[in-house]
């Protein structure tokens, strides 16, 4: 309800959603409009018209568990990065691109946002167990934690223009590779 995007919902559950007097308010320009059965006694078919963005009611029973970082996938990780190893610099399909821990895992480093980036197979193989200045490799980002706003616009390929705009409004500031996407 306080407008902070927490996940993508198919449309079955949106209609079900609408059903139950479970939305709490609507944004965007985007509705659609689902046709139902046949009404028996009336003859009519039912229609339902929902919103492309929603607000989920939620009963004060209800307990919502909302995880503050979003989960690590090398897919969002590569999408964050742009697809682009962030030793070298150099653009690579995603067949070629590896997950890289700045920190190496036995050197005490975490599989967490912070301590990975995107990074060829050449220089993830090159820098190795050692840090970015051992390794003298330095980095060309950065690494972070993107909000969920963020998360979502990297984790979803159709964005209706609506949603994208909603999500950007509420995006960190930082120069994001998806925006133009």
């Known amino acids: 309800m306080s407008g902070t995007p927490v996940t993508w919902v198919p449309w079955q559950d949106a209609v079900s959603l609408y059903c139950r007097d479970m939305v709490g308010w609507t944004a965007g320009d985007e509705t ?7 009404n028996r006694k009336s003859g009519l078919r039912s229609t339902i018209s929902i919103n492309s963005i929603i607000a989920v009611k939620r009963s004060r029973s209800h307990k919502h568990t909302f995880r503050n970082v979003p989960p690590l996938t090398n897919r969002e990780l590569f999408l964050r990065d ?4 962030m030793y070298c610099g150099s653009r690579h399909k995603d067949g070629a691109l590896t997950r890289d821990h700045v920190v190496p895992i ?7 946002w912070s301590n990975v980036v995107t ?3 050449s220089c993830n193989t090159r820098k190795g167990n050692r840090n970015p200045e051992e390794a ?3 980095l ?11 998360y979502l616009a990297l984790s979803n390929r159709k964005i209706l223009a609506d949603q994208m705009e909603f999500l950007k409004s509420q995006f960190s500031g930082r120069r994001m590779p ?4």
């Open 106 to 112: 036995s050197r005490g480093g975490r599989d967490r």
């Open 136 to 138: 003298r490799m330095a």
């Open 32 to 38: 659609f409009t689902f046709h139902g059965g046949i």
């Open 119 to 121: 990074a060829c197979k």
């Open 140 to 150: 060309l980002a950065v690494p972070y934690v993107p909000n969920w706003a963020e």
């Open 178 to 181: 998806f925006y133009n996407q």
């Open 82 to 85: 742009a697809s682009i190893c």
